[in-house]
Antibody
Framework: QVQLQESGPGLVKPSQTLSLTCTVS??????????WSWIRQHPGKGLEWIGY???????YYNPSLKSRVTISVDTSKNQFSLKLSSVTAADTAVYYC??????????????WGQGTLVTVSS | QSVLTQPPSVSGAPGQRVTISCTGS?????????VHWYQQLPGTAPKLLIY???NRPSGVPDRFSGSKSGTSASLAITGLQAEDEADYYC????????????FGGGTKLTVL
């Protein structure tokens, strides 16, 4: 079955850009039919959807983060990536990648990666 | 403040039935968008529990059920077991402010 795994630096300095990659195994991003999302969870808090990408490269971002977020896809590596610019301590969170199923408005997430903690600190 | 409101905590004894509510508004649940539920065991990633308001993925016990009415949805767990102790999140879509996937704040279920 499809599995996802996040990777990237666990520590980022304030004002810099957070960069994470999600590697998909057990299925091809290029096969279509699914969107690929990033979701984060602040320590001890709830979940916040960041955005998604389709294998074609089309994206949609959370309006509250849109100005700082870029999600890209590399179908040759079966990976998709997240870049979040101008980070502050408020961006410290566990970042998850997940497969998104269903049409906009009726979409859900399954499966999820195990998550990776990113701390923003000097 | 989450767009979808859940009680911070619920509890029940083994074998009992508990419900977790998820209250939204006319721009999300009340607009007809689906509600989905996730279980997050301590130290792990969320796992899909219910999709499309009331559908269980393969492998999820039928002790878990979901429903939706008006601007709210509910997750019911019957025959409570110790292993059900976890955080539970609802998720839907909100059409205000350009539209976005939204989550509830989460509910901590304690099995007494």
């Amino acid at each position: 079955q499809v599995q996802l795994q996040e990777s990237g630096p666990g520590l980022v300095k304030p004002s810099q850009t957070l960069s994470l990659t999600c590697t998909v195994s057990g299925g091809s991003i290029s096969s279509g039919g699914y969107y690929w999302s990033w979701i984060r969870q602040h320590p001890g808090k709830g979940l916040e959807w960041i955005g998604y990408i389709y294998y074609s490269g089309s994206t949609y971002y959370n309006p509250s983060l849109k100005s700082r977020v870029t999600i890209s896809v590399d179908t040759s590596k079966n990976q998709f990536s997240l870049k979040l610019s101008s980070v502050t301590a408020a961006d410290t969170a566990v970042y998850y990648c997940a497969r998104q199923l269903g049409a906009t408005g009726y979409n859900w997430f399954d499966p999820w990666g195990q998550g990776t903690l990113v701390t923003v600190s000097s | 403040q989450s767009v979808l409101t859940q009680p911070p905590s619920v509890s029940g004894a083994p074998g009992q039935r508990v419900t977790i509510s998820c209250t939204g508004s006319s721009s999300n649940i009340g607009a007809g968008y689906d509600v989905h539920w996730y279980q997050q065991l301590p130290g792990t990633a969320p796992k899909l529990l219910i999709y499309g308001n009331s559908n269980r993925p393969s492998g999820v016990p039928d002790r878990f059920s979901g429903s939706k009415s008006g601007t709210s949805a509910s997750l019911a767990i019957t025959g409570l077991q110790a292993e059900d102790e976890a955080d539970y999140y609802c998720q839907s879509y909100d059409s205000s402010l350009s539209g976005s996937t939204v989550f509830g704040g989460g509910t901590k279920l304690t099995v007494l």
